[in-house]
């Protein structure tokens, strides 16, 4: 099982100029990393709704690398996006399902198919190629680079332990950070 606050250390530690959206419990350990423009907190919005956003934000900037960090809840919710993935493929785009088998912002109640679904097997079946399970440090390290490379899309399951993150308070409404981001990537 993985550090959820390690791998997110990692991870920013080789972010450039990658937009990264977040979502729930990773929207505030993310923030407390890095909470510029291009750090999208996906929340006060519909649940499931950000790897959708952030192939969107891929399809129409194919010269930015979209980094999605969802949850495996909120995976579920939208499954179907996997299927759009793989039929619009984005080199750019990296969708990582956090996965600690609950919904960890509102008391960690369990996911349904907790300890039974595959989102591996899952993304696969969908029809996407690069899909890549990590269940230990050493395999994080290993593949921390793909993170950030093609092909995409790529697929990236992290095992994570539990935790308990609060329901995510953004420093800015979600109207706000949408502005900023535009502004940042020159629109
Ligand atoms: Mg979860």
Not at 5 to 20: H, M, N, T
Not at 80 to 92: E, F, I, R, S
Request: glycine fraction near 10%; include cysteine.
């Amino acid at each position: 099982m993985l550090d959820k606050y390690a791998c997110l250390r990692k991870l920013f530690s080789l972010r450039r100029d990658e937009i990264v959206v977040t979502t729930m419990s990773v929207a505030a350990p993310w923030a407390r990393l890095s909470d510029g423009p291009l750090d999208f907190a996906m929340v006060e919005s519909s649940m499931g709704q950000a790897p959708a956003f952030g192939l969107g934000l891929a399809l129409a900037r194919p010269e930015r690398r979209v980094i999605v960090l969802n949850g495996d809840g909120s995976t579920l919710m939208c499954l179907g996006t996997l299927v759009t993935m793989a039929q619009n493929p984005a080199d750019n785009l990296i969708l990582v399902i956090v996965e600690n088998g609950t919904y960890e912002v509102t008391g960690n109640q369990p996911i349904p198919g907790a300890g039974l679904v595959d989102f591996e097997t899952l993304a696969r079946g969908a029809g996407l190629a690069h899909v890549h399970t990590i269940e230990d440090a050493g395999d994080f390290d290993a593949c921390l680079p793909l993170h950030f490379k093609g092909p995409g899309p790529r697929v990236f399951t992290w095992k994570v332990r539990g935790a308990e993150e609060p329901v995510p308070k953004p420093r800015a409404y979600i109207r706000q950070r949408a502005l900023e981001l535009r502004q940042a990537l020159g629109q």
